[in-house]
């Protein structure tokens, strides 16, 4: 599986352009809970906490999705792509994401934002604290 999620990340870069780090999350506006209680709480982090920004905001530009997705950084850019095909979901370039900030987990999952240059930020959840730590030495 990590052979299909390495070709996946590296698939339709630009020529020259170097994959730094990948890893697969969940964005948190599309997280599903499990049972009554995880249902729940999945509904309050989708809807709380998944996003900031108006409509024209960086983050605003990200479409709604559903299920795990393998968030890649390059030397040029940020971004999501779907984990069995390398179809691009969402990427904006290098310099518009400015920081990744560690949140309370939420159960078992780690929790954390990409920070954009306009103020505006998204939410992500993942099942390795070690994916969060890279993107953190990565991105800042």
């Known amino acids: 599986m990590s052979v299909l999620r390495e070709r996946s990340a590296l698939s339709q870069l630009a020529a020259g352009e170097r994959l730094l780090g990948y890893g697969t999350v969940v964005p948190a506006k599309s997280a599903k809970g499990i049972g009554v209680g995880g249902a729940v709480a999945g509904r309050l982090v989708s809807s709380v906490g998944g996003q900031s920004g108006g ?83 990565l991105i800042g």
């Open 55 to 137: 409509g024209g905001s960086i983050a605003a530009g990200m479409p709604r999705t559903s299920g795990a997705l393998l968030l890649r950084v390059t030397d040029q850019r940020v971004g999501l792509v779907q984990p069995l095909d390398g179809t691009p979901v969402w990427e904006v370039p290098r310099g518009w994401v400015t920081r990744v900030e560690r949140r309370p987990r939420t159960q078992l999952m780690a929790r954390f934002r990409l920070h954009c240059v306009d103020g505006s930020w998204l939410a992500f959840l993942t099942m390795r604290r070690r994916t969060l730590e890279q993107f953190h030495s």
